[in-house]
């Protein structure tokens, strides 16, 4: 039997959703549907390994909320995650939703993307915005006016950069850092020539204006249909790019990134693309080719903690070997 989805979560319906985001030119269906997700206070969380007793409102990640707008509230199939960037990311911007992580080691949900990209991130509305829309018919609408306000989103930007700094002083940045060691020390090695255009590493917009000039002058534009490297670079004078992944617990070149980023260059015009799959040491390579074997034949794997070399991933019937490249300098 389907489950009934309740007309009020926390004592609030979409209706005064739907008012309130009005205000603020924020009122989609998706966004509507979101924080309504993000009220429940009945379904437990989804993530496994979150507190005992934590609820889907503690903390609930982008795949978390297209479930529970799609199949539970509409009873059809999930959102599709890439849109986020239309259902998460204005709500973000008026600080509605505020950005949380699971930390795997202490069991709890701690401010900030700690992480970037980690699986563990995750979204709750601000205590804020939930006063607001739990006030009363009388107070409601002067309580959205004093939300909306310069000051106080000032005041909240601030806690929530505050936030950040915190949860990065408490959450090892394993991904930040492995992703710094590859702009520093192996592009410069192993990529003569070539130059960074865009880097995934944050926590706000996926591409910030600085990247968007930087992409613009490599020919580059990137969609929300496009897989997202960690780091993508561009050669001026062969015009051919390079896509690094920095992998700490997941993300490598698979098969499906490579022909996503083949088909990238192929739409941009550009000459060629290669591919490196980089980790911070051989256990993580282990462990995670030990399970997993995906990394994608003609691309290449370099280890921080090996930096002198970086190897080719060659498919020998079937099974996947690292050799060492014959080229100490890939130009």
Known sequence: MARAVPLQLQGVSKQRIKDTLALVDCNTADMIDAVFALLDDTTPSAFGGAPPGAKFCDGASTAHIAVHVGRFQRGGTKLDREGRDYWIKPLRKIEAVEAVYLDPDGGRFVDGHAVAK??????????????????????????????ISAERQRERLALQAEAVIRARAVVATGHHDLIE????????????????????????????????????????VLSLADSMPDILLWNPDSDALWVIEAVTSDGEVDL???????????????????????????????????????????????????????????DDQQELFLVPSKRSRRR
């Not at 090695?189 to 910030?208: A, N, Q, S």
């Not at 490579?258 to 060629?272: D, V, Y």
């Not at 030990?290 to 691309?299: G, L, S, V």
Request: glycine share 6%; hydrophobic share 35%.
């Open 181 to 220: 060691v590859c702009k520093t020390v192996y592009a410069p090695r192993f990529l003569k020539g070539y130059e960074v255009v865009y880097v995934d590493d944050g926590d706000g917009d996926r591409i910030t204006d600085a990247q968007r000039e930087d992409l613009a002058r490599a020919g580059i």
């Open 256 to 314: 499906y990134k490579f022909e996503q980023l083949t088909t990238l260059a192929g739409r941009c015009q550009k000459r060629g693309i290669g591919f490196t799959t980089a980790y911070p040491s051989w256990s993580v390579v282990k462990a995670r080719q030990a399970a997993h074997k995906n990394i994608a034949p003609d691309t290449y794997v370099w280890v921080e903690e090996d930096p002198s070399k970086h190897f080719l991933a060659v």
């Open 118 to 147: 980690s699986p563990n991130s995750a979204y709750r509305l601000a205590s804020s915005f939930v006063d607001v829309l739990k006030a009363s018919p009388s107070t409601w609408r002067p309580r959205v006016r004093d939300w």
